[in-house]
């Protein structure tokens, strides 16, 4: 049995690394593919961070433990909205931004993991919700247009 619970998703955007990170750290830029919901911090090692609905109801938050422009981000997450997520504790996120081969093509892997097995926050919530996500974030990226989160509802 594992000691940790882990989802890990990689996806090509045919981007920059410039652009990319934009899309993870800018509130305006991340609120077109999430459905409203935007990211809020400063962006340095120590810094908090939290993840906002239109309303500007906190949805989760945590603390920024790496961050290196335009390469990598490593949040301490704690999930904020829903009680029985939120009782599960501290989880980590890494956001990995690699060049490719063809220096058009960018790799994000997302790796978001929490130090307890069969976490419901990371099998129920994020693996759910990443897939999701990061296929809009890729659309805006690539035509402009993120994706309607109802065709996967």
């Given at each position: 049995m594992a000691d940790k619970s882990t989802f890990?998703?990689?996806?090509?955007?045919?981007?920059?690394?410039?652009?990319?990170?934009?899309?993870?750290?800018?509130?305006?830029?991340?609120r077109e593919y999430w459905k409203g919901m935007g990211i809020e911090s400063e962006w340095k090692k120590g810094a908090p961070w939290k993840l906002v609905f239109s309303d500007g109801e906190v949805a989760d938050g945590g603390e920024v433990i790496e961050c290196e422009r335009p390469h990598r981000i490593v949040l301490k997450w704690r999930h904020e909205f829903r009680p029985e997520f939120k009782a599960e504790g501290d989880s980590f996120c890494t956001f990995e931004i690699n060049p490719t081969k063809d220096k058009a093509v960018i790799?994000?892997?997302?790796?978001?993991?929490?130090?307890?097995?069969?976490?419901?926050?990371?099998v129920e919530g994020v693996s759910k919700g990443w897939p999701m996500i990061l296929s809009s974030l890729k659309s805006f990226l690539e035509t402009g247009k993120p994706l309607e989160f109802s065709i996967f509802e």
């Amino acid at each position: 049995m594992a000691d940790k619970s882990t989802f890990v998703y990689v996806t090509l955007i045919r981007t920059t690394p410039e652009k990319l990170w934009e899309a993870l750290t800018r509130p305006e830029f991340m609120r077109e593919y999430w459905k409203g919901m935007g990211i809020e911090s400063e962006w340095k090692k120590g810094a908090p961070w939290k993840l906002v609905f239109s309303d500007g109801e906190v949805a989760d938050g945590g603390e920024v433990i790496e961050c290196e422009r335009p390469h990598r981000i490593v949040l301490k997450w704690r999930h904020e909205f829903r009680p029985e997520f939120k009782a599960e504790g501290d989880s980590f996120c890494t956001f990995e931004i690699n060049p490719t081969k063809d220096k058009a093509v960018i790799m994000l892997e997302v790796t978001h993991e929490m130090n307890r097995p069969n976490s419901r926050f990371i099998v129920e919530g994020v693996s759910k919700g990443w897939p999701m996500i990061l296929s809009s974030l890729k659309s805006f990226l690539e035509t402009g247009k993120p994706l309607e989160f109802s065709i996967f509802e």
